[in-house]
């Protein structure tokens, strides 16, 4: 995937006390499943209960959690936000179009895009703020490209989470210091091999030790129909996030397209 320019999107990130700007989605790849609902709580920085009882989980963004007993700061802000914008107000959510997957989670909760009655777009206020990973799924992909350009340009100005270097992409070389973390890695392919029905995209010369893609046999009519030749990645400088596992040293296996970055694409 092409990363979005980050002039297209940028906006002014807001301060805690400033007023927030207008953060609006496109969500013509989704189908609106809920019209009007009133926010009732903020469970925390990516769930919203409704009037209804029903929980709603922001698909395409995450929050780094410090541990289970104490969520720590950057979910405390990121909820502060959610309050601030959407307690008591009415939203819209927006489903994948496929209406027999990717649209409750294992806990019953809601996946969807949600937006403000009057436009607002809740995922695009978290990463306008820094206070969100874009963190996107096999079923839940849409919206991709846009919230990269959010939190491309909320990292250029060092907003919210990206103003502490914990969170800085890593280089191959970091990875493995991050073992069962989600993070971003960014660096220049070195090669790519296929190998047991297995394509990796290797980011140094010795591949049991240095970082490395994996991407499974299965996955790779997803990689066409999003227009991504795998192959012609050699040389190229990209940038991918997932969990970051040990086998053959550091790696990320790769589920779906929008994990990745091309960043010199043209």
Request: net charge negative; glycine share 8%; no cysteine.
């Given at each position: 995937m092409a990363q979005e320019s980050e002039q297209s999107v940028s906006q002014t990130?807001?301060?805690?006390?400033?007023?927030?700007?207008?953060?609006?989605?496109?969500?013509?790849?989704l189908t609106m499943t809920v019209g009007k609902a009133r926010v009732t709580d903020i469970i925390d920085g990516v769930t919203l209960s409704l009037e209804n009882g029903k929980k709603v989980h922001l698909?395409?963004?995450?929050?780094?959690?410090d541990t289970g007993d104490d969520p720590g700061e950057n979910v405390k802000k990121a909820k502060v936000l959610l309050h601030k914008i959407a307690y008591g107000r009415f939203i819209r959510l927006y489903q994948t179009k496929k209406n027999t997957e990717g649209r409750t989670n294992r806990m019953g909760e809601i996946l969807a895009q949600a937006e403000r009655d009057d436009g607002m777009w809740l995922q695009g206020a978290l990463l306008n703020a820094g206070l969100a990973f874009v963190m996107t799924s096999p079923m839940n992909a849409e919206q991709a490209s846009r919230m990269y350009g959010l939190e491309s340009a909320a990292r250029k100005n060092k907003a919210g989470l990206w103003a502490d270097p914990r969170w800085?992409?890593?280089?191959p070389e970091q990875a493995e210091t991050y073992t069962n973390e989600y993070r971003i890695v960014e660096g220049k392919v070195f090669s790519t091999a296929m190998r047991n029905n297995t394509?990796?995209?290797?980011?140094g010369r010795d591949w049991k030790k240095d970082f490395t893609v994996s991407i499974g046999s299965d996955k790779?009519?997803?990689?066409?129909?999003?227009?991504?030749?795998?192959?012609?990645?050699?040389?190229?400088?990209?940038?991918v996030r997932g969990w970051i596992r040990q086998y053959?040293?550091?790696?990320?296996?790769?589920?779906?397209?929008?994990?990745?970055?091309v960043l010199n694409e043209k």
């Open positions: 990130v807001p301060s805690e006390t400033g007023p927030l700007p207008m953060v609006q989605g496109d969500f013509r790849d698909t395409g963004v995450w929050v780094p959690w800085n992409i890593l280089t394509f990796y995209i290797n980011f790779r009519i997803a990689f066409a129909k999003a227009g991504m030749d795998m192959q012609a990645l050699n040389g190229k400088t990209i940038r053959n040293g550091p790696m990320i296996e790769v589920t779906h397209p929008q994990q990745i970055e």
